[in-house]
């Protein structure tokens, strides 16, 4: 049996993401983490209203990345003790989920960084390459094969980036580092990239299976409750009758406990398929990186980045080496000639003048004829 075939073989195991239900420590995490970002949204949703432009816009960012951070941290956790069943580890408890995700927080935003830069980087190249193409005469010609080559390194790339986003926190929750878990990352691409595909697509039908089961069941069971809350309570408690209720101001404590009764059963509805998605990316990242050696996938990493180091040093010695030889060859050069100056038309001889009174004399005189001085 090919490796790929008994890689696909071991899909089967995504089954087991379902046990992810009945962890309670996972599922009480991220019910609570769901529960205090949802009070954080809408405190900041409250703090918007007596603001207006740049203020407003600054808060809800900031009441953004804080939601985002918190979620993150508690998403981590669940999936830590999710994890560590998957590998038949003993189970952390809640507190120590939570230590761990705040302490490897940095790790996540690390990797998203390093990912949103070689997106960035990628999209410059391309860029480049479109430019190249302007070029007339030999532009069309070059496009002939800058086009399809962009097309599937920019497929590729969009697919192995959805696909390997769900693989960063199981990497992490192993312990690796950043830049190990980049280089587990793109080990994962290079060689069992349709394993992954394969088995990615597999839990998303799974999760969307899950999820339509799950949200089917409180739908029916809502409205059944709904409609026959209405002649035994009122008719404000009918299909959406609470919510209706409490839009229009009213404080009835029917339709307060039915709003609040209806956000838990649906919080806790979410936390279901969730939980199935996090087991099934943990069984995912198992599978893949069977028989594949982080240390070695790490130096080949490593490896690659010093070698471009290497080639930018290079290239970095030869412009300056090219720089010093041309101020070389501009010092040794001689110095042009200079201009030939014009020849200075020669001065008329100046004629005796008295010391006394500065009048003019004879050269020959023996006194000034102005103020008789003596001139010998």
């Not at 609470?242 to 009835?252: I, P, T």
Request: neutral net charge; contains cysteine; charged residues 10%.
């Amino acid at each position: 049996m090919s490796q790929l075939a008994e890689q696909i073989k071991k899909s089967a195991g995504l089954l087991d993401a379902l046990q992810a239900v009945t962890n309670r420590q996972a599922f009480l995490t991220l019910l609570v983490t769901f529960v205090i970002c949802g009070l954080l949204f809408a405190g900041v949703g409250s703090l918007v209203n007596p603001f207006g432009g740049f203020m407003a816009g600054l808060t809800l960012f900031i009441g953004f990345l804080m939601t985002a951070a918190v979620g993150l941290i508690g998403v981590s956790a669940a999936g830590f003790i999710l994890n560590a069943g998957i590998r038949n580890r003993e189970q952390p408890g809640i507190n120590t989920a939570l230590s761990f995700a705040v302490a490897t927080f940095h790790r996540q935003l690390g990797v998203l960084l390093l990912l949103a830069v070689f997106a960035v980087v990628l999209f410059i190249a391309i860029a480049i390459l479109l430019f190249i193409c302007k070029i007339p005469a030999i532009g069309p010609v070059l496009y002939t094969v800058v086009f399809p080559l962009a097309a599937l390194v920019t497929g590729i790339a969009c697919y192995a980036a959805m696909f390997v986003l769900g693989l960063i926190g199981p990497a992490i929750w192993e312990g690796n580092t950043i830049m190990r878990t980049i280089a587990l990352l793109w080990a994962i691409v290079r060689s069992r990239f349709i394993s992954l595909i394969v088995q990615a697509i597999l839990l998303l039908l799974l999760v969307w299976l899950v999820s339509g089961i799950v949200f089917g069941v409180i739908g029916v069971g809502m409205g059944f409750t709904a409609l026959l809350s209405a002649p035994i309570l009122g008719q404000g408690m009918g299909m959406g009758g609470g919510f209706n209720h409490l839009a229009m101001g009213g404080l009835d404590g029917h339709a307060i406990a039915a709003g609040i009764g209806m956000s838990v059963l649906f919080g806790c509805a979410f936390v279901i398929p969730v939980l199935v998605a996090l087991a099934g990316n943990c069984i995912i990242f198992a599978n893949v990186t069977e028989n594949l050696s982080a240390e070695d996938a790490e130096r080949s990493i490593k490896g690659a980045i010093d070698a471009a180091r290497e080639k930018a040093d290079q290239v970095k010695r030869q412009l300056e080496e090219s720089r010093q030889q041309k101020q070389q060859q501009a010092a040794e050069e001689p110095a042009p000639p200079a201009a030939p100056t014009a020849p200075t038309a020669p001065t008329a001889p100046t004629a005796p003048a008295c010391p006394q009174c500065q009048s003019t004399v004879a050269p020959d005189d023996a006194f000034c004829g102005n103020c008789g001085h003596s001139l010998k």
